[in-house]
């Protein structure tokens, strides 16, 4: 059975630190992954989405950027986080035509 | 991009149906329409999808009017653990965009 996993869970991080999230799916090959944020008691954002290796489209410009250097990977970057930039951030698989599947999100918090 | 219109919140009685709308006025031929729920603190949830045919699965069924302009998600009878945020979206790429969604309260 596919699983995704997504680490760490809490984050707190102070402003103008960098910034590493990672996401890796399991049972699966060549999934469209995805990553989102959701500010506190707000909708959920699409940030970035990637339909294969090396494959990055970016939906709101921002400090933060993803790649994807393997094809079950795929990793959210900052170089300097601002206090916008907090959020709860779900990384998210799909198999082309079927539903999503979310990881249980990390809850970044910059302070 | 295709968008999805829901109201803000509904309440509904333990042990009765809800029934949840959306519309969806703008649907293309090749939208499907998914229904994702998110209870607090947690990644959104898969509950269920289609094109044209009303869906059932055994969280919840899917009802499509003929021209695909509105749906509703329905569950059949509400319990405590149904209360969350329900999102009806049109997915037919690789970029699903949530809307605000409807806040379910199910009350004891």
């Known amino acids: 059975s596919q699983t995704i996993h997504q680490w760490p869970a809490t984050l707190v991080q102070p402003v103008g630190s960098p910034l590493s999230l990672e996401c890796t799916v399991e049972?699966?090959?060549?999934?469209?992954l995805y990553w989102y944020r959701q500010a506190a008691g707000r909708g959920l954002q699409l940030l970035f989405y990637?339909?294969?290796?090396?494959?990055i489209s970016s939906e709101v410009p921002q400090n933060l950027s993803a790649s994807r250097p393997q094809d079950r990977q795929f990793i959210l970057s900052s170089k300097k986080l601002l206090l916008s930039d907090s959020g709860f951030y779900l990384c998210?698989?799909?198999?082309?035509?079927?539903?999503?599947?979310f990881g249980s999100g990390t809850r970044l918090t910059v302070v | 991009d295709a968008k999805t219109t829901q109201p803000n919140s509904m309440e509904s009685n333990e042990e009765e149906p809800v029934h949840l709308p959306c519309n969806h006025s703008t649907i293309s031929g090749t939208d499907y329409i998914h229904w994702y729920r998110q209870l607090p603190s947690q990644g959104p949830e898969y509950v269920i999808h289609?094109?044209?045919s009303n869906v059932n699965n055994r969280m919840a069924s899917l009802a499509i009017a003929e021209d695909r302009k509105s749906s509703t998600l329905i569950l059949h009878r509400a319990t405590l653990r149904d209360a969350a945020v329900y999102y009806c979206i049109l997915n037919n790429n690789n970029d699903m965009r949530f809307g605000a969604g409807t806040r379910l309260t199910v009350k004891p």
């Open positions: 990637s339909v294969g290796i090396g494959q």
């Open positions: 289609g094109l044209t």
């Open positions: 998210a698989w799909s198999d082309r035509g079927s539903g999503y599947t």
């Open positions: 049972g699966t090959s060549n999934p469209n």
